[in-house]
């Protein structure tokens, strides 16, 4: 065994070295509630998402019910990517009177792992926070996306739809700028209403004034983009 260790080239050790880093970051996956309810359930207690397997996951969304029991309080929690998520949280009756808990129309993020209970999916909450400044919301998509891309090497949208075929296809030719306008339309078009033009260019603020209007007027003429609720907000129309 020690003969065929020392044996392994450079390259092999780069390699595992990556992939065990690559491991270690992504221990924590952020996904979207329909990502978890549509994981393959591989055991009884193990969930996994294009083969790989689910440790710690997180989600953000908000809390449309809630409901206390001796031991434990549901939540259910809607991020709007399909039905609201099941959410446990144990709680401790000798702290009982210490613990705060979420309320209804409140955004959370939380922190956990994926089990089945009965037959029905839930997330074992690890750690359950009240987010004040939205902006965590648009964080936590962009990482889904980015974290994905460095799992699977492929793009996928929130509803684990592989979007690599129109990255390469209908999306193919747009220059850079215009890819990167497109990216950041897509990750808000899970939102009814989209993503507002202030807000586009608050998440591209590197981007000429220019090169952000001249870029989605191409996309809206080529198809690629749509307007919403008003000419100031858009959508792709891949979703």
């Given amino acids: 065994m020690w003969k065929q260790a020392c044996s392994q080239s450079p390259d092999e050790i780069t390699s595992h070295k990556a992939m065990l880093t690559k491991r270690r970051t992504l221990e924590l996956l952020p996904c979207t509630v329909s990502q978890l309810l549509t994981a393959s359930q591989v055991s009884s207690d193990s969930f996994a998402i294009c083969d790989w397997e689910l440790h710690q996951v997180s989600v953000v969304g908000i809390i449309r019910g809630f409901a206390p029991f ?3 309080v549901q939540y259910a929690v809607d991020d709007m ?13 000798e702290d009982c009177a210490l613990m705060t808990f979420a309320s209804p129309g409140t955004y959370v993020k939380v922190t956990g792992s994926l089990r089945d209970f009965n037959g029905q999916r839930s997330l074992l909450a690890m750690d359950i926070r009240c987010i004040k ?8 998509m962009l990482e889904v996306v980015q974290s994905h891309m460095q799992l699977f090497g492929k793009m996928f949208d929130v509803n684990m739809n592989t979007t690599a075929a129109s990255l390469s296809g209908r999306a193919h030719g747009l ?8 990216h950041v339309i897509r990750s808000f078009s899970v939102h009814d209403d989209g993503i507002s033009f202030h807000d586009l260019k608050t998440q591209l603020d590197y981007l000429s004034m220019r090169d952000l209007r001249t870029s989605l007027t191409f996309l809206i003429n080529e198809g690629h983009v749509f307007s919403t609720i008003d000419e100031h907000h858009f959508k792709s129309t891949d979703h």
């Fill in 133 to 140: 400044d939205l902006n965590e919301i648009t964080s936590h």
């Fill in 70 to 72: 001796v031991t434990n």
């Fill in 81 to 93: 990517t399909g039905p609201p998520l099941n959410v446990k949280q144990w709680v401790n009756t």
């Fill in 175 to 182: 220059s850079a700028i215009q890819r990167q306008v497109l």
